[in-house]
């Protein structure tokens, strides 16, 4: 018998389609299922709507992150966490507003909220501290991500005559800046000044 | 001659709306225009789109912030642009995904950019710092205004006997905390954490 010439339509690859359109900007069904050359009805199928879509793709993240972070401890740990976190938001920058305003709590992000309480505990933060330290990692990791989706400052933007600061600071970006790799930095700066206070590894 | 039932439509009546609409979730202009008790074609007349009544609030913000930086330095003038950005973010979280995505490039929003470059710079943050700083402080800004509108976490998310570090943390919340309360002191600790290398007020 010979095969379909269209791959026969799996939520692997209705994911993947899905992964290479939030990169650029926000989409309808309608133009995911034209990314797939199936149908909308096609989709539906398998999945009911767009939150629906995003609540797959997390739980998808979180599965790899639990058989990614095996039995590393403290500071690695968290590390591995936040970085995962970020390659995740930020490899679907235009559906991370679904991800803030869909509040579908299932296991896999209670699990994940858990796991970042038990590691920054694991470290020395004390309870009081938790939610404002998950809080500054969710708030920046998202903020940032959804970020990428809006135009740069270029180092043309700011006349140095008029905005000398600003332009010296772009004057600093390399102009092949990886926007990705420049905001991660920034992330780990952030984390660096946040857990000033802890001990190290413990 | 008697006087109007309904006051006459004004930019300042229909931003005051759009700041009580924002604060509960997104709106439409239909939406908007009840509020205001007039018909849509009225608030077309005044702003073209919801992304203009964006960067108009943005505008009153920005020339509410001037006036009021004054002649402060340092760390004091640092500290009043980032409450001052969060106050503006943190009052309208429905509509922090158009300020990210409608990319208006206006002379008052590289005055904001030039004016924390400048304070950075001000309290010694060095120029290629300045870039990754801002970003830091954008990203926790926009992240965590936007992310009031999705439900917190309640302490009776987390089962204290599967997720027991989660269950402590949310433990340590009063019943009545106030959420904009609680992220501007979290924004507090991360401004704190990144700038521990700089020296203090110069």
């Given amino acids: 018998m010979a095969r379909p010439l269209t791959p026969i339509l799996s939520e692997k690859r209705i994911l993947e389609a899905v992964r290479r359109l939030a ?3 926000d989409f309808t069904l309608a133009q995911l299922a034209r990314e797939l050359d199936v149908r909308v009805s096609s989709i539906y199928h398998h999945v009911p709507s767009k939150a629906a879509l995003v609540h797959l793709l ?3 993240w ?4 639990r058989a990614e972070l095996g039995d590393t401890a403290g500071r690695d740990r968290l590390s591995r966490i936040v970085h995962s976190y970020w390659e995740f938001a930020s490899g679907i920058p235009a559906l991370v507003p679904l991800l803030v305003t869909e509040p579908l709590r299932d ?3 209670t699990w994940f909220y858990e796991e970042l309480a038990a590691t920054l ?3 020395g933060v004390t309870d009081d501290r938790l939610l404002s ?3 500054a990692i969710d708030g920046t990791v ?5 970020d990428l989706i809006s135009p740069p400052f270029q180092a043309a933007d700011a006349d140095p005559g008029e905005y000398p600061r600003l332009a010296a600071a772009l004057a600093t970006l390399p102009e092949d800046a990886d926007r990705r790799v420049h905001l991660r930095r920034t992330l780990d700066d952030i984390l660096t000044g946040l857990l000033r206070d802890s001990p190290a590894d413990g």
């Fill in 133 to 135: 330290l998950i809080g």
């Fill in 23 to 25: 990169l650029d900007g």
């Fill in 107 to 109: 296991e896999e992000l």
């Fill in 121 to 123: 505990h694991s470290i």
């Fill in 58 to 60: 997390r739980r998808d």
């Fill in 62 to 65: 979180i599965a790899d992150l």
């Fill in 142 to 146: 998202l903020g940032a991500a959804f």
